[in-house]
């Protein structure tokens, strides 16, 4: 597998508290063996501006109740990432570490992200296609996927629980980058940097063109 074979090149020195251009890192507990958590930060390093870096304090990897209370395997909270150790390879933590950072990035740099509505226009437009495709497969939609664009738990229910992402994935395809990006305009936005961070930008401006427009200028360097 193509990470794993890339991380294996990288010596693997086991210690509990890394730097990751300022943001500081504490392993409260190891992921397994075979992931190399240099190359994780590293790789998140060499593609994620400083100053979106910034908007996080510290990152915690380990066990935490959190995970098991809300069936997750990461969060952001005032600051700081907290990311499970329990991971299957590199890209899975990277992924994991990366749509936390999108969400500190979110909270800082709010006003510029959304000021112009665009990108909530875009997902909503979005969400009356999906809503129209799940009628046409006999899904029964809730009415509120046409007028919230913010978290919601029975919409999360429906999407997770009742479609299921397996049938999701294959209804959005072309529409959202995945079936969680059409949870709300947050998860929207964060799947969306999580792609941009993996390189995937050709698809962003192809399904997400406002998106793509403001992470020009949000992805710049200084």
Do not use: C
């Amino acid at each position: 597998m193509k990470w794993i074979t890339e991380s294996m090149k990288r010596s693997r020195k086991l210690k509990d508290q890394y730097s990751m251009r300022g943001t500081e890192i504490y392993i409260n507990k190891q992921p397994p063996e075979h992931i190399n958590v240099e190359y994780v930060f590293d790789y998140i390093a060499a593609r994620v501006p400083k100053r979106l870096l910034d908007s996080v304090d510290v990152i915690y990897v380990g066990e935490f109740p959190e995970f098991d209370e809300r069936d997750i395997n990461a969060f952001y909270d005032s600051g700081a990432i907290f990311v499970t150790n329990e991971q299957d390879d590199e890209k899975d933590m990277i992924d994991d570490i990366v749509h936390e950072i999108a969400h500190a990035a979110e909270e800082r740099y709010n006003d510029f992200i959304y000021s112009d509505s665009s990108i909530e226009r875009e997902f909503m437009a979005k969400r009356q296609t999906l809503f129209n495709l799940l009628q046409s497969y006999d899904l029964d939609p809730p009415k509120s996927l046409l007028i919230n664009p913010d978290y919601d738990q029975d919409i999360d229910d429906y999407l997770y629980r009742d479609v299921g992402y397996d049938v999701l994935n294959d209804i959005v395809n072309g529409l959202f980058v995945s079936a969680y990006a059409a949870t709300s305009l947050s998860e929207y936005y964060a799947r969306s940097f999580e792609e941009w961070v993996f390189g995937h930008r050709a698809e962003i401006k192809k399904l997400s063109p406002a998106v793509y427009n403001v992470f020009e200028e949000l992805f710049e360097e200084e």
